[in-house]
């Protein structure tokens, strides 16, 4: 038995879409073979993933297979995904992730190279919607697709145009350099208001922030004999500029911060300058949640992109093996991408960054298109990355809060990071 999408398209009401311009299309059909059986999913507890959630009551209407959600902040999705996998626990059918992850997980998650033929009626994959980097860095390992694009993220330096032009900087042109945002931070902090929204706590986007220091610093990860160079000159420069530099500037409390704080800090304009992801962009569009709608702007950071990106994958061990697998087309397919763009969710499929209502709605679209076109550079390229940015956010955490000089900051960082790296077997 099949039902038609265009039958359940009106129930988008229900579900914070109503009034939003839904394309029509030609009707496709999905499957009910499935009803009756329940997908648990682990996304995470961000703005950016509440569209993906919101139209899940349509994929149920639509094929019978009811969806559990299991909502974490993004620094503990690591973890309880990894004690789940290698535990053998495999509470979770379907699971977001992020890419840096995806050589540990990958011997977990099903092939989905095959999936319109392992799952007839599942909406076809169209890999070459993608850009070809964002299929193989989100996805692939050893030939296998393991995960798809599912939101695209491209980090960003973002600016209030009312705090720059009151102090009397042109509002429409952003910071060229690192140093540039330091000196205009300075002028910008007066009273409750704060220069730059630097994410301290011992969480990924203060890594993320670390990375993109040091990569606009010169540094490279490795060395031409494959060693870390992590605690050498840029991986010094990197340290003591976000403690000597951005910290000054940084409003009380971020020391605890991530992702979350981040984006409150600037929607609230308690900071008027700041790291940014695509995924934030909604949120700070919308005028009823954003003091700062319509009224910032937005420039690659100096020294380069740096490419985020969530993909979506299947547990190889799911009891409901094809339903996760036609859930996972369904949620990356063309017609519910463009549902969850138009609730804030960054697309990753090249037509929808393209589709010229979203344009007028998401003006920063071809910005970010252009970046994930264009030349990016990603995070620490090796097995069990993740290890290595909890060395990074502990070491900039303890710089940042006065624990320890830069200097040694950076040198623990090299230290920790060689230590890993031979325990692992992955340096000889």
């Known amino acids: 038995m099949y039902i038609k999408r265009r039958d359940f398209v009106l129930g988008v009401s229900s579900l914070g879409l109503a009034g939003l311009p839904l394309r029509s299309a030609a009707a496709q059909e999905l499957p009910r073979r499935y009803a009756g059986s329940t997908l648990n999913v682990l996304t995470r507890s961000t703005s950016a993933f509440e569209g993906t959630i919101q139209v899940g009551a349509q994929f149920t209407e639509a094929t019978g297979i009811k969806l559990q959600y299991t909502r974490v902040a ?7 995904l990894m004690l789940d996998l290698t535990g053998g626990t495999h509470s979770f059918d379907v699971t977001y992730f992020v890419y840096q992850w995806k050589y540990e997980i990958a011997p977990y998650l099903a092939d989905l190279s095959t999936l319109e033929k392992d799952v007839p009626g599942a909406p076809p994959l169209v890999l070459n919607d993608y850009s070809p980097k964002l299929v193989e860095i989100y996805g692939k390992v050893d030939n296998r697709l393991v995960g798809l694009p599912i939101l695209a993220d491209v980090a960003f330096i973002l600016w209030n145009k009312d705090a720059y032009k009151a102090k009397g900087f042109d509002p429409e042109i952003g910071p060229k350099s690192w140093q540039e945002i330091v000196e205009r931070g300075k002028k910008l902090t007066d009273g409750k208001q704060f220069g730059y929204g630097l994410p301290a706590g011992k969480a990924i986007q203060c890594a993320v922030t670390w990375t993109l220091l040091y990569y606009g610093f010169g540094g490279r990860f490795f060395d031409a004999a494959g060693k870390p160079d992590l605690g050498g000159e840029a991986g ?10 951005l910290q000054p500037i940084a409003p009380p409390g971020n020391l605890a911060w991530d992702y979350n704080e981040m984006l409150t800090g600037f929607q609230t304009a308690q900071s008027t300058q700041t790291l940014m992801w695509p995924g934030g962009f909604a949120n700070l569009s919308d005028p009823t949640k954003s003091s700062v709608a319509g009224r910032y702007g937005m420039v690659s950071p100096p020294g380069g992109s740096l490419l985020g990106g969530t993909s979506i994958g299947v547990n190889a061990k799911s009891t409901n093996l094809d339903a996760a697998k036609m859930y996972v087309a369904w949620m990356t397919s063309k017609d519910t991408v463009r ?9 990753a499929r090249l037509s929808i960054l393209q ?13 970010v298109l252009a970046a994930l076109t264009g030349e990016t550079f990603g995070y620490i390229p090796m097995k069990e990355a993740e290890q290595v940015h909890i060395m990074m956010y502990d070491e900039a955490n ?7 000089t830069p200097e040694q900051a950076a040198a623990d960082l090299q230290t920790k990071a060689v230590a890993f790296m031979t325990r692992r077997g992955y340096l000889r």
Do not use: S, W
């Open 74 to 80: 993004p620094g503990d999705q690591y973890q309880k």
């Open 398 to 404: 303890a710089a940042c809060a006065k624990l320890k």
């Open 355 to 367: 589709d010229p209502e979203l344009v007028q709605r998401f003006p920063h679209y071809p910005r």
């Open 339 to 347: 549902r969850t763009a138009l609730v804030g969710t960054p697309p």
């Open 236 to 245: 010094i420069k990197t340290m003591r500029f976000m403690a000597n530099e």
